[in-house]
């Protein structure tokens, strides 16, 4: 039998990857680090969100692959607002609900999110249906974290922006059409686009980006 197992490998590429786009991030005053696995990006995450701060959420697959919403709240140490909180039914609050948390989510003490593609030189791409990811991204939290597998690492930003046209964006529509009764929600309806190329110096460490050594999310 040949080799049929590359797991230990594709573990090592996203390592030296991750090197040069943390590198990268630190030169425009983000923050980086690498984890070899989910369990350990858990902890990272768990680590920096501080007792008593407000947190607040964006949509996504890689923190629900984490659990980090239900650790959290298990803890039992933070205000969580989560404005894609799933009823029984897998469905999320209907769109007005729904709109005033992401509003309160952009005055959170720390916004949990992930990002579609991240580049080596260490800019972060992202497309929203509604925008408020993007914003709560760009401004408004006081900290932001953003943990992403080690599958969104692109060379350079015309590859990022093809994944999100090509992958992201349709997967997303499905998902969303399929599992939370956005029917109305097309391909063409993720308008909303972030290029972050760094924090300004006076907030640098507002942006701390987890790669962890996995494929994760979308």
């Known amino acids: 039998m ?6 230990n490998e ?25 984890v070899p696995n989910r369990q ?16 607040g959420r964006g949509d996504s697959m890689t923190l629900n ?16 607002i989560n404005p894609v909180q ?5 469905h999320n609050p209907k769109r007005e ?5 992401q509003r309160e989510a952009l005055t959170s003490d720390v916004y949990l999110t992930s990002t579609n593609a991240i580049t080596l030189e260490g800019t972060i791409v992202s497309t929203d249906g509604a925008g408020n990811r993007v914003a709560a991204m760009m401004f408004g939290p006081k900290k932001t974290i953003v943990v992403t597998g080690g599958n969104k690492i692109v060379q350079d930003l015309d590859e990022a922006l093809k994944r999100i046209r090509n992958f992201c964006a349709p997967l997303n ?17 993720l308008r909303y686009t972030a290029i972050i190329d760094g924090c300004q110096p006076a907030e640098k460490g507002r942006i701390t980006v987890i790669i962890v050594g996995e494929d994760l999310g979308i």
């Open 40 to 55: 350990e990006a858990l902890a990272l995450v768990l680590s920096l969100v501080p007792p008593g701060a407000v947190v």
């Open 97 to 101: 609900e729904r709109r005033q948390l």
């Open 173 to 189: 529509a499905l998902r969303h059409q399929t599992k939370h009764r956005q029917e109305g929600l097309g391909w063409g309806a």
């Open 65 to 80: 692959q984490l659990d980090v919403i239900e650790e959290l709240q298990k803890r039992g140490q933070n205000r969580i």
């Open 86 to 90: 799933t009823d029984e039914k897998g």
């Open 10 to 34: 594709l573990r090592q590429f996203y390592e030296m990857r991750s090197k040069t786009v943390i590198e990268n991030l630190q030169k425009k005053n983000m923050d980086g680090f690498y």
């Open 2 to 7: 040949g080799d049929v197992d590359y797991s």
